[in-house]
Structures are given as C-alpha cells and as structure tokens.
Nanobody, 120 residues
Framework: QVQLVESGGGLVQAGGSLRLSCAAS????????MGWFRQAPGKEREFVAA????????SYEDSVKGRFTISRDNAQNTVYLQMNSLKPEDTAVYYC?????????????WGQGTQVTVSS
C-alpha cells in the first residue's frame, strides 16, 4: 500500500514557476514508476510527465516539454514536478500517481491532488 500526498500548488502569474512535491509512504516507493497528471475544469484527466523507478528515464506530454521537469529522490520517498514558464492553460488540479499508464490514465495509486492556477 502506498499513500501519496501532493503539495506546492498555488496561484502564479503567467511566466512564473511552481514546484510540486509528492510525498509517498511505504518502503517500496523506489520500486514504482511515478507520474504526474492534471485535470482542468470540464476536461478529462491527462498525462503530464512520468519517471522510471530509478529516475533514469522520463517522458513528457508535448505541451509541457522544455518547461516542466520531473525528478525523484528515492531516499526521501518524494517525486517532484518543476514547472517553469507557466501558462494559463496549465491551470488544473495536478495529481501524483504510482505505476501510471500514460495512455489509459490509470494508476495503481493516486494522490488527492493540488490546485495550480495560472493567471494571465
């Protein structure tokens, strides 16, 4: 069993930055691939970024490439999402996920989400 708790969301102006954190409980965190997804009002949840269990492989949704960076610290049981050059269209609830499938938007575990609002 893994519990995920996101933090770091908030209100930021366009062009600004935020860093999301996802703290995981459990001793098996390092064995899980991790990901970030987001859901805007009235839209379906979508993939944002993922990272392998070792951190050696990452993938991103096209609209965030070059602006967002996913990373992890297995010693701290934490995964991060550094978001730079934020745009109003990045406004959404951001969810952390363990063992995610970017295509089906299914994960073994989900966090409760953290709100990110980007003003123009």
């Amino acid at each position: 069993q893994v519990q995920l708790v996101e933090s770091g969301g908030g209100l930021v102006q366009a062009g600004g930055s935020l860093r999301l954190s996802c703290a995981a409980s459990g001793r098996t965190f390092s064995s899980y691939a991790m990901g970030w997804f987001r859901q805007a009002p009235g839209k379906e949840r979508e993939f944002v970024a993922a990272i392998s269990w070792s951190g050696g492989s990452t993938s991103y949704e096209d609209s965030v490439k070059g602006r967002f960076t996913i990373s992890r610290d297995n010693a701290q049981n934490t995964v991060y999402l550094q978001m730079n050059s934020l745009k109003p269209e990045d406004t959404a609830v951001y969810y952390c996920a363990a063992n995610p499938n970017r295509h089906t938007v299914v994960a073994q575990y989900w966090g409760q989400g953290t709100q990110v609002t980007v003003s123009s």
